[in-house]
């Protein structure tokens, strides 16, 4: 009987949300794709000098058109795993980018990644926050706040980055090719694939110097008129499966669960969650990572949008950030 009344509160809602949406139904590609996952990359310390995929949605750039943008991702970092491994520290991504419809249905694109690291400022909130909520802080109460250390110790291998600052990426070049617009009935589905160029300081330790590749498969589709779902599968692989003397995974997966909610035609709010395989080859640090992200999307005009979120880990909490921001704007010409 439960079960029956869920369902029956589940379909007024789709039947609400289609009669409050019969003025405004999506046509065209708004069917199955709304403003889009949020562009949150993975924003760990140690893995700025190789590919982190990007939540994709299937929709490409009208031939003949460009997209403008920047994102900029300011997270925190906190792992520990005893004399062998301790990540204390922040990162800022600052990644300008470009998107061009080279045919119907096929985009090009260019990111530059501009790094920075250091001691930051989140950990007095953020422990803040700890203990408002009864979270334990993991160790971090007997570190120095806003301080920055990174070493690995694996089996003897010593690792450790002591500069902080700013640096350059590696250049991203992209291609995504729509497969489906889809329709009421099936989703819309795209593939992209994504090489790194070894453009980065490499004395900074920003890139290993490899190039770096990256394929992943975008699905969505409409429902109730008023929500999308989001699908990503993907891997990348690197070229270089040491950092330093640190041995890495030559590939990762990567996966991306996200659901939006479109408040209005110029405002919706999205729910997502990222979940990447592991970094480190070492058994101790051979962990998974999840990552969930919440925030609001906006159009603005016709021809400008932004998006701010937050995201949290919820797993593999020494290999991931902790805490992050994420603002993004983009124009469209």
């Known amino acids: 009987m439960r079960v029956s009344r869920v369902a029956a509160l589940l379909l007024c809602l789709c039947a609400a949300a289609a009669v409050w949406?019969?003025?405004?139904?999506?046509?065209g590609w708004d069917v199955n794709v709304g403003q889009g996952p949020l562009s949150l990359r993975d924003q760990f310390l140690l893995?700025?000098?190789h590919l982190s995929l990007t939540p994709q949605d299937p929709r490409p750039t009208d031939k003949g058109r460009w997209r403008v943008g920047m994102d900029v991702d300011w997270a925190n970092t906190f792992g520990q795993k005893g004399a062998a491994y301790l990540v204390d520290g922040e990162t800022v991504t600052t990644q300008p980018y470009v998107r061009y419809g080279l045919l119907e249905g096929l985009e090009v694109g260019l990111d530059v990644?501009?790094?920075w690291r250091g001691g930051g400022a989140m950990d007095g909130?953020?422990?803040g926050f700890h203990d408002a909520f009864g979270v334990g802080q993991n160790g971090r109460e007997v570190i120095p706040d806003d301080s920055f250390t990174a070493f690995v110790n694996q089996g003897g291998n010593f690792y450790q980055i002591d500069d902080e600052g700013w640096g350059l990426g590696?250049?991203?070049?992209?291609?995504?090719l729509t497969l489906a617009q889809g329709d009421e009935r099936w989703p819309a589905f795209a593939v992209q694939a994504t090489l790194t160029v070894p453009t980065g300081d490499q004395s900074r330790e920003f890139t290993q110097g490899g190039w770096?590749?990256?394929l992943v498969a975008s699905i969505s589709k409409g429902i109730c008129g008023r929500f999308y779902v989001y699908g990503n599968a993907g891997f990348t692989a690197?070229?270089?499966d040491h950092q330093g003397p640190i041995q890495l995974e030559t590939a990762?997966?990567?996966f991306m669960g996200g659901l939006e909610y479109r408040c209005s035609k110029s405002c919706s709010i999205v729910l997502q969650a990222t979940f990447t395989s592991p970094y480190f080859a070492a058994d101790h640090l051979h962990n998974w990572t999840y990552i969930a992200g919440l925030g609001p999307k906006f159009q603005i005009g016709e021809n400008c949008k932004a998006e701010f979120g937050i995201l949290e880990n919820f797993g593999g909490y020494d290999l991931s950030a902790d805490f992050g921001l994420h603002f993004g704007v983009e124009f469209g010409f």
């Open 252 to 254: 990762r997966g990567f």
């Open 212 to 214: 770096d590749g990256g």
């Open 125 to 127: 909130f953020i422990q």
């Open 238 to 240: 690197y070229s270089d």
């Open 170 to 176: 590696n250049v991203a070049l992209s291609s995504k």
């Open 47 to 49: 893995s700025q000098p």
């Open 21 to 27: 949406a019969e003025a405004d139904e999506p046509e």
């Open 113 to 115: 990644p501009i790094f």
